[in-house]
Structure formats: structure tokens, C-alpha cells
């Protein structure tokens, strides 16, 4: 059997909540996964865990059923980049991202590398992180605020062949109106209403995100944390109309 082969086609969920999988450790990330459903969610692998557990933990998501977010945001030269995205659609992921500010070359080379695929991943540009702060970005020298850069970016991966972007929802509606409804736009910093902010600046919550023109979720300490997350995922699917 190849190790390398990829992962056999599953049904993709219609759920447009990606949860966030921010644990240290596979055991505990694990656990909590076994509480879920594929049906009602996707799951996103950011960089802690992946480093901590590789691509074995990825098999064994989707192994289960679930679509997987691999967020590692690649930012390299072209050809790296696009070794790492034929890889990763080799492990069968559903989404995978990378910085839109590498620049044209490095997205276009990520297109071409999986474009012959029968399943491509999706290819997602990452715009400004929701973290930053628009005081943060003049740090840096763009000064003329988040919105402005995140549609510059937006563009651009858009005009490289990239499938969507990350953005805050509230950008959305900007870029729903430039760039059409069929560039989607994953959305992290969404809070339940009863939710505090955390270290995200740019928030929204589910339904109103949805409504700015969000077309997946991100969503970690609301569902992570809570007591019951079944059925905390079935009250944001109530929410969104979609119980």
C-alpha cells in the first residue's frame, strides 16, 4: 500500500462551520473530536498541532469522515509552495492556505501544482490577519488601513487562480461586491453573541457574517470550550437557519 496516496474521496459536509483545533496535544484534540459530527462541521489544523503530530493526524480526520483545513499559511518561493500544496492535496485535505502577499508567482505555481487533480483542495489566500490592528499594519508600512489591504490582496489571489481568501467578515461585503459570489471567503473571528473577543480585533458573529457574504466560519473557543459542543454547533446552525 502507498503511504502516500491519496485519501479516498468523502462526501463534503454542508455545514459552513470550520472548527478550529487549537490543542497542543493529539490525545486531548482527539477526545474532542469524537464528540463531533461531520455533518454538522469541518475542522481546521493550524500550525501548533500539525507540528506536534504531522500528517498522520490529518489521515485519521479524515479517516472519520470530516472535512480538514490545513492552515499552515505557506509563504515561500513559488516552487516550495507549490511542492507543499501538491502534497497536501495528496493527504487528501479539503482546504489549504497560503499568504495572498507572496505574491503572483507563488499563487499561480500553487494553482498549477494541483490543477490536474480530479479533487483539488481548495486554495485560499490569507489577506491581513484578523489579529492586526490598522495602527499594527502602519507598523509595517501600509498605512492605509486593513480594508484597503485586504481587497488588494483579495484581488490579487483572485486574478492568480486562487479559489477564496481569509478575511475578517468585515470585509465581506466588499469583496462579495468586487469579486463575485463564487470566491469564497473563509471568515475567522466569529464570536457567539455572549462571547468575548479574545485576542481577535475584527469579529462578527455567525449570522452576521453569513449575511456580509461569509461563506465558511471559522470558529475555535465557543465551540472548543463549551461544556456540550453538539450543542453548541446545533445552536449556530439554528441560528443560521440551517437546524
Not at 500500500?1 to 487549537?22: E, K, R, T, W, Y
Not at 509552495?81 to 489549504?96: P, Q
Not at 475567522?188 to 469579529?203: F, K, M, Y
Amino acid at each position: 500500500m502507498n503511504p502516500f496516496a491519496p485519501a479516498a474521496p468523502i462526501a463534503h459536509s454542508a455545514s459552513p462551520v470550520i472548527v478550529a483545533l487549537d490543542f497542543p496535544a493529539e490525545k486531548d484534540l482527539l477526545e474532542f473530536v469524537a464528540r463531533l459530527e461531520p455533518g454538522l462541521c469541518r475542522l481546521k489544523i493550524g500550525k501548533e498541532i500539525f507540528t506536534a503530530s504531522g500528517r498522520h493526524l490529518v489521515d485519521k480526520l479524515t479517516a472519520r469522515g470530516f472535512d480538514v483545513f490545513l492552515d499552515l499559511k505557506y509563504h515561500d518561493i513559488p516552487n516550495t509552495v507549490a511542492s507543499a500544496c501538491r502534497v497536501a492535496a495528496d493527504l487528501g485535505v479539503w482546504m489549504v492556505d497560503m499568504h495572498a502577499s507572496g505574491g503572483r508567482r507563488m499563487m499561480e505555481a500553487a494553482r498549477e501544482a494541483v490543477a490536474s487533480l480530479s479533487q483539488p483542495p481548495l486554495l485560499i489566500g490569507v489577506t491581513v490577519l484578523t489579529s492586526m490592528s490598522d495602527a499594527e499594519l502602519a507598523e509595517i508600512g501600509l498605512n492605509d488601513g486593513a480594508a484597503a489591504q485586504v481587497e488588494r490582496l483579495a484581488r490579487l489571489a483572485c486574478d492568480s487562480g486562487l479559489d477564496g481568501v481569509v478575511c475578517s467578515a468585515l470585509e465581506a461585503a466588499q469583496l462579495k461586491a468586487a469579486l463575485g459570489e463564487s470566491f469564497r471567503l473563509v471568515t475567522p473571528g466569529i464570536r457567539l453573541a455572549d462571547a468575548v473577543a479574545d485576542d481577535q480585533r475584527r469579529v462578527m458573529t455567525p449570522s452576521a457574517a453569513l449575511q456580509a457574504g461569509s461563506d465558511y466560519l471559522v470558529i475555535g473557543r465557543p465551540i472548543t470550550r463549551a461544556a456540550d459542543p453538539l450543542a453548541t454547533l446545533a445552536a449556530i446552525h439554528a441560528e443560521l437557519g440551517l437546524a
